[in-house]
C-alpha cells in the first residue's frame, strides 16, 4: 500500500508571496492533519481534515489555511509569506478506526522563505 | 500544554538499552511515540491509549501510566539503526485528536 504523498518536496519562496503545499494520504484513510516542523519550536499541530471538513485547529494565524476534497486529498495554503514560515511542513492521515487512530506521517515539504 | 520528554539527549554502546520518558500535566488519552532520522519523515512506532497496556514492537516497547500521565519508551539491545530522534505525541479524546509533540530525544547508538 502506498504511504502518504506531498508534493512538492522542496520549495522556495520570497517574502509575501502565497505557497499551496499538498498531501495524498494513504488509500482509505479519510482524516489528514498539517504540522509545522522547526528547529526552535519543534513539532506543531496546524490543523486537521476528516471528510472535507475543518475539525481541529492549532494555534496559527489565518494566513495558514487549509481544504480537503471528495478524494480526501488536502492542500495547504500560506499567504503572506514570512521568514518565521520557513519550515518542514509534515501531513499525516489516519484511518480514524475505533478508537485507535495512528497517524502516518508523508516525507514533508521543506518551505524556505527569502 | 506540551509534553516533557527526558533525557534530552543520550548516548550508548550498540547492545545497550535505553529508556525515554513523557510526562504530561494534563490527563491523558492517548500516546504516540516516532522516531526520526535526520532528514526524514517521523516514523510511527506505537500507540498507547488510556488502560495502562504496555506495547512491544521487536525490541522496542512501551508503557503508559495514566495516573502518573507518563510514558516511558524501552529500547532494549540497541542497534545502529535505531539512531534518531524520539518524539511522544500525545492526543486527546473524542474529536481532539491532534497530536502534542514533545521537544524529542536524540539517541545515538555508537558501534
Known amino acids: 500500500k502506498a504511504g502518504v504523498t506531498q508534493t512538492p518536496r522542496y520549495l522556495i519562496k520570497t517574502r509575501g508571496q502565497q505557497v499551496t503545499l499538498s498531501c495524498s494520504p494513504i488509500s482509505g484513510h479519510r482524516s489528514v492533519s498539517w504540522y509545522q516542523q522547526t528547529p526552535g519550536q519543534g513539532l506543531q499541530f496546524l490543523f486537521e481534515y476528516f471528510s472535507e471538513t475543518q475539525r481541529n485547529k492549532g494555534n496559527f494565524p489565518g494566513r495558514f489555511s487549509g481544504r480537503q476534497f471528495s478524494n480526501s486529498r488536502s492542500e495547504m495554503n500560506v499567504s503572506t509569506l514570512e521568514l518565521g514560515d520557513s519550515a518542514l511542513y509534515l501531513c499525516?492521515?489516519?484511518?480514524?478506526?475505533?478508537?485507535?487512530?495512528?497517524?502516518?506521517f508523508g516525507p514533508g515539504t521543506r518551505l524556505t522563505v527569502t | 500544554q506540551q509534553p516533557v520528554q527526558s533525557p534530552q539527549a543520550v548516548i550508548l554502546r550498540e547492545g545497550e538499552d535505553a529508556v525515554i520518558n513523557c510526562s504530561s500535566s494534563?490527563?491523558?488519552?492517548?500516546v504516540h511515540w516516532y522516531r526520526q532520522k535526520h532528514g526524514e519523515a517521523p516514523v510511527f512506532l506505537m500507540i498507547?491509549?488510556?488502560?495502562?497496556e504496555q506495547k512491544g514492537h521487536e525490541k522496542i516497547s512501551a508503557s503508559f501510566n495514566e495516573k502518573k500521565q507518563q510514558s516511558s519508551l524501552y529500547l532494549t539491545a540497541s542497534q545502529l539503526s535505531y539512531s534518531g530522534t524520539y518524539f511522544c505525541g500525545t492526543g486527546g479524546s473524542g474529536s481532539a485528536r491532534q497530536l502534542t509533540f514533545g521537544s524529542g530525544t536524540q539517541l545515538t547508538v555508537l558501534p
Open positions: 494534563k490527563a491523558l488519552y492517548s
Open positions: 499525516a492521515s489516519s484511518l480514524l478506526q475505533g478508537s485507535s487512530y495512528e497517524q502516518y
Open positions: 498507547l491509549l488510556k488502560g495502562g
